[in-house]
Nanobody, 125 residues
Framework: QVELVESGGGLARAGGSLRLSCARS????????MGWFRQAPGKEREFVAT????????DYADSVKGRFTISRDIAMNTVYLQMNSLKPEDTAVYYC??????????????????WGQGTQVTVSS
């Protein structure tokens, strides 16, 4: 079993930055692919970024490329999402997710078996 706990959300102004963290506990001996998704009010949850625990390959949604960076700290079992140049449309609840497969990156929800509770990010104009 894997538990994921997000932190770092909050309020930022347009053009500002926030860094989200996702701490992984439970089974940490397995190389999981980690992902970030977000859900804005009245919209479906969407893919944001993903990173393969083994090798560090990354992938991003087009809407965040060049602004967001996903990274991992293997020793701390933590994944980060650095969000720069924030826009009001980035406002959403951000969820961390873990896939049982560790060698590839995935940009779809069904690839992920474990989810965090989410952290709110609000960007004001």
């Amino acid at each position: 079993q894997v538990e994921l706990v997000e932190s770092g959300g909050g309020l930022a102004r347009a053009g500002g930055s926030l860094r989200l963290s996702c701490a992984r506990s439970g089974r940490t001996d397995t190389m999981y692919t980690m992902g970030w998704f977000r859900q804005a009010p009245g919209k479906e949850r969407e893919f944001v970024a993903t990173i393969a625990w083994a090798g560090g390959t990354t992938d991003y949604a087009d809407s965040v490329k060049g602004r967001f960076t996903i990274s991992r700290d293997i020793a701390m079992n933590t994944v980060y999402l650095q969000m720069n140049s924030l826009k009001p449309e980035d406002t959403a609840v951000y969820y961390c997710a873990a896939s049982r497969s560790g060698g590839s990156v995935f940009n779809f929800e069904s690839a992920y078996s474990y989810w965090g509770q989410g952290t709110q990010v609000t960007v004001s104009s």
